[in-house]
């Protein structure tokens, strides 16, 4: 009988163990900046004015209001492939996002957002319905 109760008590401390490693998981994931793309087929698109030239527009989620994001900009537009970024705070509506406008060449315009993920020290996305890595993301574009 005592064995029996070490064994659930056992059980009972690593199951809550376990739960609390996966949930500070999912806080550290959504306390870390992040985008959102629901159909790839939508996010990355061209257009009549730039037809050589891939847009994105999305929104950076959890930069905080009072962080700058001129580093960010400069780094982004530095980037070769790169046309045309802008990054704007949106209303008091949306705390800690930031709406972004990206422009780019279409050779290698995958891999140059990739870099531009990386400049905007982006590491999870939020990709039909799941959060995944930014590496897990771009190995299945590419």
Request: glycine fraction near 2%; charged fraction near 25%.
């Amino acid at each position: 009988m005592k064995k029996i109760l070490m064994l659930n008590i056992l059980f009972v401390f690593v199951s809550v163990y376990s739960l609390n490693i996966f949930a500070q998981k999912q806080i550290d994931e959504n306390a870390e900046r992040y985008i959102e793309i629901n159909k790839l087929e939508d996010f990355f698109i061209t257009s009549n004015e730039y037809p050589n030239e891939i847009i994105c527009n999305f929104e950076l989620h959890n930069i905080l209001e009072g962080e700058s994001s001129k580093p960010a900009f400069v780094a982004v537009n530095e980037l070769s492939n790169v046309t045309k970024f802008s990054i704007k705070a949106r209303s008091e509506k949306y705390e800690n996002q930031r709406s972004c406008y990206l422009r780019m060449q279409n050779q290698n315009y995958f891999s140059t957002f990739g870099l531009v993920l990386n400049k905007l020290e982006i590491k999870h996305i939020w990709f039909e319905g799941n959060y995944i890595t930014t590496e897990e993301f771009l190995k299945k574009i590419l």
